[in-house]
């Protein structure tokens, strides 16, 4: 059988080695006879894993010592609303920058719990004409007493990313579901860093949340207790039943990425990926993008064929090679190439070689 690249958006592949191990520890984990599944979520062992798995994020990302790590339901969704109910109180007010699909969303579910009018929002790229790099505005003229500034650093349906850091005086809280773990940040520039794991982590169902201890000091709205970000932290993040086996494999990702070099090193794989990807797409005039060079994700590339007539073609050959899932987002249509921590650099190489020859076939 050819190599299967998976180039899915979201859940996404999982490092080749990291399943490998989930496989033949399955029926049998740590030599309790059980697979890890069906133990107590409180039992020494699966407790020691939570240990682990915390201290493993806690080194690769840096993470301050004045910051909570939570291991949460409900996926990047479900930070749509926890932030709005822990944050916002009766009468707080908060900011959120739009720059794509989900960050929009994102507002959407605010607006719904926090009221219209304690929302404001500033659109920072007008998708369609993408070709303008993203500016901030200056914040500093801003004199409303935000709770918090909310936007979305990788915008996983548009390809775009956004790499300079945010400088305002309000709380920054980043919704990094599909860049957590690509790139190095300095976590205390936030006051709370959310992901649903699917992309970069693990499977889907888990959410890794980072939040500064004095953000649980903000006024609350009345919440389910599993949202609680106070609760979540008293509790260990088992007030209820966590996602146990979602849990175990982002601990076996957390210790494949440290195996790899950690976060810094990852990088720099995502950068040569990202770059051997764009460089096609700009040298061969069949293949477009259209998203401002200082703005094109690393994790999630969008490029569209000059003559959209042939994406069907282009899907369905690219797929008899192993090259699965390219397809772009129905919003956005054209193609997409998800290039997370667990695509290899090979999987790369492959693709662009299909492109080059695609394109000379069809010209
Ligand atoms: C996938 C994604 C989400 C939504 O995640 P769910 O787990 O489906 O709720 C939110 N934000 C970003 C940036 C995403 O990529």
């Given at each position: 059988?050819?190599?299967?690249y998976?180039?899915?958006?979201?859940?996404?592949?999982?490092?080749?080695a990291?399943m490998?191990?989930?496989?033949?520890?399955?029926?049998?984990?740590?030599?309790?006879?059980?697979?890890?599944?069906?133990?107590s979520?409180?039992?020494?062992?699966?407790?020691?894993l939570?240990?682990?798995?915390?201290a493993?994020?806690r080194?690769?990302?840096?993470i301050?010592?004045?910051?909570?790590?939570?291991f949460?339901?409900?996926?990047?969704?479900?930070?749509?609303?926890?932030?709005?109910n822990?944050?916002?109180?009766?009468?707080?007010?908060?900011?959120?920058?739009?720059?794509?699909?989900w960050s929009?969303?994102?507002?959407?579910?605010?607006?719904?719990?926090?009221?219209?009018?304690?929302?404001?929002?500033?659109?920072?790229?007008?998708?369609?004409?993408?070709?303008?790099?993203?500016?901030?505005p200056?914040?500093?003229?801003?004199e409303?007493?935000?709770?918090?500034?909310?936007?979305?650093?990788?915008?996983?349906?548009?390809?775009?990313?956004?790499?300079?850091?945010?400088?305002?005086?309000?709380?920054?809280?980043a919704?990094?579901?599909?860049?957590?773990?690509?790139?190095?940040?300095?976590?205390?520039?936030?006051?709370?860093?959310?992901?649903?794991?699917?992309?970069?982590?693990?499977?889907s169902?888990?959410?890794?949340?980072?939040?500064?201890?004095?953000?649980?000091?903000?006024?609350?709205l009345?919440?389910s207790?599993i949202?609680?970000?106070?609760l979540?932290v008293?509790?260990?993040?088992?007030?209820?039943?966590?996602?146990?086996?979602a849990?175990?494999?982002?601990?076996?990702?957390?210790?494949?990425?440290?195996?790899?070099?950690?976060?810094a090193?990852?990088e720099?794989?995502?950068?040569?990926?990202?770059?051997?990807?764009?460089?096609?797409?700009?040298?061969?005039?069949?293949?477009?993008?259209?998203?401002?060079?200082?703005?094109?994700?690393?994790?999630?590339?969008?490029?569209?064929?000059?003559?959209?007539?042939?994406?069907?073609?282009?899907?369905e050959?690219?797929?008899n090679?192993?090259l699965v899932?390219?397809?772009?987002?129905?919003?956005?249509g054209?193609?997409?190439?998800?290039?997370?921590?667990?695509?290899?650099?090979?999987?790369?190489?492959?693709?662009?070689?299909?492109?080059?020859?695609?394109?000379e076939?069809?010209?």
């Open positions: 059988m050819t190599a299967i998976n180039f899915c958006a979201g859940p996404a592949m999982l490092p080749k990291v490998h191990k989930a496989q033949k520890e399955l029926l049998n984990w740590n030599d309790m006879g059980t697979s890890v599944m069906e133990i979520h409180r039992s020494k062992e699966f407790i020691a939570t240990e682990q798995a915390e493993d994020l080194s690769l990302m840096d301050p010592a004045n910051y909570h790590v939570l949460m339901h409900g996926g990047g969704r479900g930070q749509f609303s926890a932030v709005v822990n944050f916002l109180g009766d009468d707080g007010r908060a900011l959120y920058l739009v720059d794509g699909s929009s969303a994102a507002v959407v579910e605010a607006k719904k719990l926090a009221g219209d009018s304690n929302i404001d929002t500033i659109n920072i790229v007008e998708v369609s004409t993408g070709k303008n790099r993203i500016q901030f200056d914040f500093s003229v801003i409303e007493n935000y709770r918090y500034l909310h936007y979305c650093p990788n915008e996983t349906v548009d390809g775009i990313e956004v790499f300079e850091p945010l400088n305002c005086q309000w709380p920054v809280i919704d990094m579901s599909s860049n957590i773990l690509s790139r190095e940040i300095d976590v205390s520039q936030f006051g709370l860093i959310y992901a649903g794991a699917q992309k970069n982590i693990g499977p169902g888990l959410s890794i949340v980072i939040v500064r201890d004095d953000m649980l000091m903000l006024p609350s009345p919440q207790s949202m609680d970000y106070k979540a008293k509790h260990g993040s088992m007030y209820n039943t966590p996602p146990t086996f849990w175990y494999l982002a601990a076996e990702v957390f210790d494949w990425l440290q195996g790899m070099g950690g976060v090193a990852v720099q794989i995502n950068i040569e990926k990202a770059e051997l990807l764009y460089q096609c797409i700009d040298e061969v005039d069949f293949y477009t993008s259209a998203v401002a060079i200082e703005n094109r994700s690393r994790m999630n590339v969008t490029f569209q064929l000059v003559n959209a007539e042939l994406d069907s073609v282009f899907l050959q690219a797929k090679a192993g899932a390219l397809k772009g987002h129905r919003s956005v054209g193609m997409r190439a998800s290039l997370y921590n667990a695509m290899p650099l090979e999987g790369v190489i492959a693709l662009v070689d299909f492109m080059r020859i695609f394109a076939q069809h010209a």
